[in-house]
């Protein structure tokens, strides 16, 4: 039932108080993440593999996220988060709450997942594990394969200490000379061409009780330093430790004052490689303190700035066992269906004589019948999107392609459909998104290739990225133009659709046509668009009308009617759409939220937030699909796109949100959203102090797991279930 009203006009709903840290609250996401590592009912390799996300996640956390904070230290710029928070503040409070899981990840690995993969028959060994046999094959594996590309660095008066890069594991070195009794120090970096985990020949492997062996093999750092004397002939080995740092990896770019984009951000990545400066040092906690304080020394950091474990550094290499084909330890196969009314159509042919053919069933005529949802990975990404872009490529009657680019995959079928279409006369224009994280490198490679056959190739705005997944196809059909649409939660990438929960729609309604050839006039010309007909467009007027959305819910609450919101997105951050949530809670709208990362908002505030409930779901896939309901005294309006509620999405990038007209959908992203709110397996619960804890299945119910239940609907759908 909901709670009692309560006015907000004495209340300041800006208080700190009401908010949480925003990096404090990512730690959390990321402790849900590991949590999984730990959780006995994921399959083994499971496990590993959420530990290797972990480790990933920590990565970009600090090249990004702690590298900033460290600047504006630096700077002695000292903004206030919504919280109350310095930036040294949250650098202080970063390390006290990362420290435990950051011992616990490597602790999990080392004292439960290790043994647990040798009884599997996943045997990572120690060097000193090794029989003689073993040792002698890696012995001669180093000589042949290592010892070519390593190239040890001395450090002394005449040698500076070296530049280390960045996310690179090196070991730390000291070495006697016999002649003068002189300790000196060198650096061997750990070649990143070369696996991490080098696996023992079959032959090699020796069963224990009559166990099967699946891998045996050791950490390539323990090959190289078992065999230092071949870097260093003459000398004595003291000792060796392994460290590894992480570098700030964001671009800085002036935008404004870059003539051309491309080169600049080529020129950026240039540096990016060599790195910014150190803000964190991986160490073992057996390191001596007269290396733990050279390190510290040389690469100009502090204590507070060493992360140090009991066992292997850099685990996020530990996705290198998900290779292995052992299905048992792993999910079972992921389905992907086709949509069931996408089953009706034939094999694709390119022949123009045959797709001239007017009864011929195409993906067009499937669209003009009624909107199609789409829901990744349940649904097949390739049997959807890909085929759509592929099928207009081919087309005689599509005369134009536009799409935004943001991600893609390194083999896009997407991208060379795209120059498909252009060698095949079309006009095609695609806003390439450069300035997508970590991914800057990969959309120059294909901005080059796709405007090497004449595409139109936008690299956005000054600014504001590109954050939209929107495709326009413009067809000819009887003497009158048709426009056809793919408005999406998700990138157009064939890879990440298969481990992402994603939407998408395409509709060839006019209006939604209209509003997109709107969005990519002002994409790639100089329209400046302020009003669109359906769809919300940041920052344009997205901001404005997802708070009207929200006020409309109030004033029906005041008029006597119910009130109630359901959203769905990666992260909850923008201060102003929080403080218009408080205010419709305290006017009694009822809230759920489902947002699988960061959260800011505290819910179940008395008086504040009582009527708001957060949920996140850490599951098999990575929850991305962004929701948005509003009951609206019963006239249910419910939108999809690609933006969070978030500063950046609202105020600094190009989004697209879509309404959904078809009631059919409506209710299907309605049931899609009750499924998730009901999971018990997965869904994590939000306490008002900011901390999560797990749902569980009640006394004699079942485990509702949401990703599972939706699986086994899609497969139902097309009877295969």
Same mark, same amino acid.
């Given at each position: 039932? %909901?709670?009692?009203?309560?006015?907000?006009?004495?209340?300041?709903?800006?208080?700190?108080?009401?908010?949480?840290?925003?990096?404090?609250?990512?730690?959390?996401?990321?402790?849900?993440?590991?949590?999984?590592?730990?959780?006995?009912?994921?399959?083994?390799?499971?496990?590993?593999?959420?530990?290797?996300?972990?480790?990933?996640?920590?990565?970009? *956390?600090?090249?990004?996220?702690?590298?900033?904070?460290?600047? &504006?230290?630096?700077?002695?710029?000292?903004?206030?988060?919504?919280?109350?928070?310095? #930036?040294?503040?949250?650098?202080?409070?970063?390390?006290?709450? +990362?420290? %435990?899981?950051?011992?616990?990840?490597?602790?999990?690995?080392?004292?439960?997942?290790?043994?647990? +993969?040798?009884?599997?028959?996943?045997?990572?060994?120690?060097?000193?594990?090794?029989?003689?046999?073993?040792?002698?094959?890696?012995?001669?594996?180093?000589?042949?394969?290592?010892?070519?590309?390593?190239?040890?660095?001395?450090?002394?008066?005449?040698?500076?200490?070296?530049?280390?890069?960045?996310?690179?594991?090196?070991?730390?070195?000291?070495?006697?000379?016999?002649?003068?009794?002189?300790?000196?120090?060198? !650096?061997?970096?750990?070649?990143?061409?070369?696996?991490?985990?080098?696996?023992?020949?079959?032959?090699?492997?020796?069963?224990?009780?009559?166990?099967?062996?699946?891998?045996?093999?050791?950490?390539?750092?323990?090959?190289?330093?078992?065999?230092?004397?071949?870097?260093?002939?003459?000398?004595?080995?003291?000792?060796?430790?392994?460290?590894? @740092?992480?570098?700030?990896?964001?671009?800085?770019?002036?935008?404004?004052?870059?003539?051309?984009?491309?080169?600049?951000?080529?020129?950026?990545?240039?540096?990016?490689?060599?790195?910014?400066?150190?803000?964190?040092?991986?160490?073992?906690?057996?390191?001596?303190?007269?290396?733990?304080?050279?390190?510290?020394?040389?690469?100009?950091?502090?204590?507070?700035?060493?992360?140090?474990?009991?066992?292997?550094?850099?685990?996020?290499?530990?996705?290198?066992?998900?290779?292995?084909?052992? #299905?048992?330890?792993?999910?079972?196969?992921?389905?992907?269906?086709?949509?069931?009314?996408?089953?009706?159509?034939?094999?694709?042919?390119?022949? %123009?004589?045959?797709?001239?053919?007017?009864?011929?069933?195409?993906? *067009?005529?499937?669209?003009?019948?009624?909107?199609?949802?789409?829901?990744?990975?349940?649904?097949?990404?390739?049997?959807?999107?890909?085929?759509?872009?592929?099928?207009?490529?081919?087309?005689?009657?599509?005369?134009?392609?536009?799409?935004?680019?943001?991600?893609?995959?390194?083999?896009?079928?997407?991208?060379?459909?795209?120059?498909?279409?252009?060698?095949?006369?079309?006009?095609?224009?695609?806003?390439?998104?450069?300035?997508?994280?970590?991914?800057?490198?990969?959309?120059?490679?294909?901005?080059?290739?796709?405007?090497?056959?004449?595409?139109?190739?936008?690299?956005?705005?000054?600014?504001?990225?590109?954050?939209?997944?929107?495709?326009?196809?413009?067809?000819?059909?009887?003497?009158?133009?048709? !426009?056809?649409?793919?408005?999406?939660?998700?990138?157009?990438?064939?890879?990440?659709?298969?481990?992402?929960?994603?939407?998408?729609?395409?509709?060839?309604?006019?209006? +939604?046509?209209?509003?997109?050839?709107?969005?990519?006039?002002?994409?790639?010309?100089?329209?400046? &668009?302020?009003?669109?007909?359906?769809?919300?467009?940041?920052?344009?007027?997205?901001?404005?009308?997802?708070?009207?959305?929200?006020?409309?819910?109030?004033?029906?609450?005041?008029?006597?009617?119910?009130?109630?919101?359901?959203?769905?997105?990666?992260?909850?951050?923008?201060?102003?759409?929080?403080?218009?949530?408080?205010?419709?809670?305290?006017?009694?709208?009822?809230?759920?939220? /489902?947002?699988?990362?960061?959260?800011?908002?505290? %819910?179940?505030?008395?008086?504040?937030?009582?009527?708001?409930?957060? /949920?996140?779901?850490?599951? !098999?896939?990575?929850?991305?699909?962004?929701?948005?309901? *509003?009951?609206?005294?019963?006239?249910?309006? @419910?939108?999809?796109?690609?933006?969070?509620?978030?500063?950046?999405?609202?105020?600094?990038?190009?989004?697209?949100?879509?309404?959904?007209?078809? #009631?059919?959908?409506?209710?299907?992203?309605?049931?899609?959203?009750?499924?998730?709110?009901?999971?018990?397996?997965?869904?994590?619960?939000?306490?008002?102090?900011?901390?999560?804890?797990?749902?569980?299945?009640?006394?004699?119910?079942?485990?509702?797991?949401?990703? &599972?239940?939706?699986?086994?609907?899609? +497969? !139902?759908?097309?009877?295969?279930?």
């Amino acid at each position: 039932m %909901p709670k009692a009203k309560k006015s907000s006009g004495n209340i300041n709903l800006q208080n700190p108080e009401y908010y949480i840290n925003r990096e404090l609250s990512w730690l959390q996401f990321n402790n849900r993440v590991l949590h999984e590592s730990t959780d006995v009912r994921t399959p083994l390799l499971e496990r590993l593999k959420f530990i290797a996300i972990f480790n990933s996640n920590l990565d970009e *956390f600090f090249m990004v996220r702690v590298a900033a904070l460290k600047q &504006q230290v630096e700077a002695k710029v000292n903004p206030l988060t919504p919280d109350g928070r310095t #930036p040294q503040q949250q650098l202080d409070d970063i390390r006290t709450w +990362l420290y %435990p899981q950051f011992k616990q990840q490597n602790t999990e690995f080392e004292k439960v997942l290790r043994p647990l +993969l040798m009884q599997a028959g996943i045997c990572i060994l120690n060097y000193i594990e090794l029989n003689d046999q073993q040792k002698i094959y890696l012995d001669n594996y180093f000589e042949e394969q290592i010892f070519p590309v390593l190239t040890p660095l001395a450090v002394d008066p005449s040698h500076p200490f070296p530049y280390i890069s960045n996310l690179s594991l090196n070991l730390a070195v000291v070495v006697k000379n016999p002649e003068t009794e002189d300790e000196l120090f060198a !650096r061997v970096k750990v070649p990143n061409v070369l696996p991490r985990f080098l696996p023992l020949p079959p032959e090699l492997n020796v069963e224990k009780n009559g166990q099967r062996i699946h891998w045996t093999g050791i950490p390539l750092e323990q090959a190289i330093a078992h065999n230092l004397e071949s870097l260093f002939p003459g000398m004595n080995i003291q000792e060796y430790h392994p460290f590894r @740092i992480t570098r700030d990896a964001d671009l800085e770019l002036e935008e404004d004052e870059a003539e051309d984009l491309l080169l600049a951000i080529e020129q950026e990545l240039r540096k990016r490689r060599m790195g910014g400066t150190t803000v964190r040092l991986e160490i073992q906690s057996q390191t001596p303190p007269l290396i733990r304080s050279r390190l510290l020394q040389d690469l100009e950091l502090t204590e507070t700035d060493i992360y140090e474990v009991d066992g292997l550094l850099g685990l996020r290499d530990l996705m290198y066992f998900m290779a292995l084909p052992l #299905p048992a330890l792993k999910d079972p196969p992921r389905q992907s269906v086709i949509h069931p009314r996408l089953q009706r159509l034939p094999e694709p042919n390119h022949d %123009p004589e045959v797709a001239e053919l007017e009864d011929r069933k195409d993906f *067009f005529s499937i669209i003009r019948e009624k909107d199609i949802l789409v829901h990744h990975p349940y649904q097949s990404f390739s049997s959807t999107v890909v085929r759509f872009i592929t099928h207009a490529a081919h087309d005689p009657k599509v005369l134009a392609i536009k799409m935004t680019l943001y991600r893609t995959s390194g083999d896009s079928p997407i991208v060379n459909a795209l120059i498909a279409a252009a060698e095949n006369g079309k006009q095609v224009s695609v806003l390439v998104e450069l300035k997508a994280r970590f991914d800057e490198e990969n959309n120059i490679y294909w901005a080059r290739r796709l405007e090497s056959v004449g595409v139109h190739v936008v690299y956005g705005l000054v600014g504001l990225k590109t954050h939209s997944k929107i495709v326009l196809v413009v067809r000819r059909e009887k003497n009158k133009m048709r !426009r056809y649409v793919h408005i999406g939660t998700g990138n157009y990438n064939p890879k990440t659709a298969r481990l992402y929960t994603d939407l998408g729609l395409f509709s060839c309604r006019e209006e +939604l046509g209209a509003d997109l050839t709107d969005v990519f006039n002002f994409l790639t010309g100089y329209s400046r &668009q302020k009003s669109y007909r359906e769809i919300m467009v940041a920052p344009v007027n997205m901001r404005d009308r997802f708070q009207e959305l929200i006020q409309r819910e109030i004033e029906n609450i005041k008029k006597g009617f119910s009130g109630r919101i359901v959203a769905k997105m990666n992260s909850l951050v923008d201060p102003e759409i929080i403080s218009k949530l408080y205010e419709a809670s305290c006017a009694g709208v009822q809230i759920d939220l /489902i947002i699988r990362g960061i959260c800011c908002l505290r %819910p179940g505030l008395p008086n504040i937030s009582e009527n708001i409930r957060v /949920i996140s779901i850490i599951g !098999r896939f990575l929850e991305h699909s962004r929701i948005y309901y *509003f009951h609206n005294n019963g006239q249910e309006e @419910i939108y999809i796109g690609s933006a969070d509620w978030m500063r950046r999405n609202l105020d600094r990038r190009v989004e697209v949100i879509t309404p959904i007209k078809d #009631p059919d959908i409506a209710k299907d992203l309605q049931e899609i959203m009750g499924i998730m709110l009901a999971d018990n397996r997965h869904a994590w619960e939000l306490q008002p102090d900011g901390s999560y804890i797990q749902r569980v299945p009640c006394d004699n119910l079942s485990a509702a797991n949401s990703q &599972q239940i939706l699986m086994s609907m899609a +497969l !139902r759908s097309v009877g295969m279930n």
